[in-house]
T-cell receptor, first 110, second 114 residues
Framework: QKEVEQNSGPLSVPEGAIASLNCTYS??????FFWYRQYSGKSPELIMF????GDKEDGRFTAQLNKASQYVSLLIRDSQPSDSATYLC??????????FGSGTRLLVRP | ETGVTQTPRHLVMGMTNKKSLKCEQH?????MYWYKQSAKKPLELMFV???????ENNSVPSRFSPECPNSSHLFLHLHTLQPEDSALYLC?????????????FGEGSRLTVL
């Protein structure tokens, strides 16, 4: 079982729709959860982090965490073509290492 | 511009060559990292340095040799690489002890081994 799992996609949504990106993790002792965005040919950049169960909102982005089910998700409201990128889920586990998923490629159609 | 600069951006080398990747951060961070990014695979942590001391070596083959002369500079020395080592090598830095522990990545060095 992979430590951090993401669907590779591509996830294709029309402009203005809600994009929902999901991630599951195996380490029950994980405490910190991160979403990085990586444009093609560029380096990853942090867009959200969450520690507590529930929702955390920042502009058009909402991170959701459910520790009991061991999943974390990222919702992007009013998706724009500029949101087209690969989204990497990263989990800081009980070993304090940051473990990345393979990423989900998001395509927002104009 | 993330404050982390990597050179060279692209490198092509034969299996018998010796080359080095360089990373410099201007953020005042005390932790630096090397990650390997291959197509369709997760980012793989290779090495971690905290305050110039290596604190993590993630079972990386000895043909990769890191060097951290100070908290702002990190090198990855390469020798007798294999074609499967072709990948994007990302350097990152962070400030230990911060709540988010956010990683700041450089733009990467794209390595091709012939």
């Amino acid at each position: 079982q992979k430590e951090v799992e993401q669907n590779s996609g591509p996830l294709s949504v029309p402009e203005g729709a809600i994009a929902s990106l999901n991630c599951t993790y195996s380490d029950r002792g994980s405490q910190s959860f991160f979403w990085y965005r990586q444009y093609s040919g560029k380096s990853p950049e942090l867009i959200m982090f969450i520690y507590s169960n529930g929702d955390k909102e920042d502009g058009r982005f909402t991170a959701q965490l459910n520790k009991a089910s061991q999943y974390v998700s990222l919702l992007i409201r009013d998706s724009q073509p500029s949101d087209s990128a690969t989204y990497l889920c990263a989990v800081k586990g009980s070993s304090y290492k940051l473990i990345f998923g393979s990423g989900t490629r998001l395509l927002v159609r104009p | 511009e993330t404050g982390v600069t990597q050179t060279p951006r692209h490198l092509v080398m034969g299996m018998t060559n010796k080359k080095s990747l360089k990373c410099e951060q201007h953020l005042g961070h005390n932790a630096m990292y090397w990650y390997k990014q291959s197509a369709k695979k997760p980012l793989e942590l290779m090495f971690v340095y905290n305050f110039k001391e290596q604190t993590e070596n993630n079972s990386v083959p000895s043909r990769f040799s890191p060097e951290c002369p100070n908290s702002s500079h990190l090198f990855l020395h390469l020798h007798t690489l294999q074609p499967e080592d072709s990948a994007l090598y990302l350097c990152a830095s962070s400030q230990p002890g911060t709540i988010a522990g956010e990683l700041f990545f450089g733009e990467g060095s794209r390595l091709t081994v012939l």
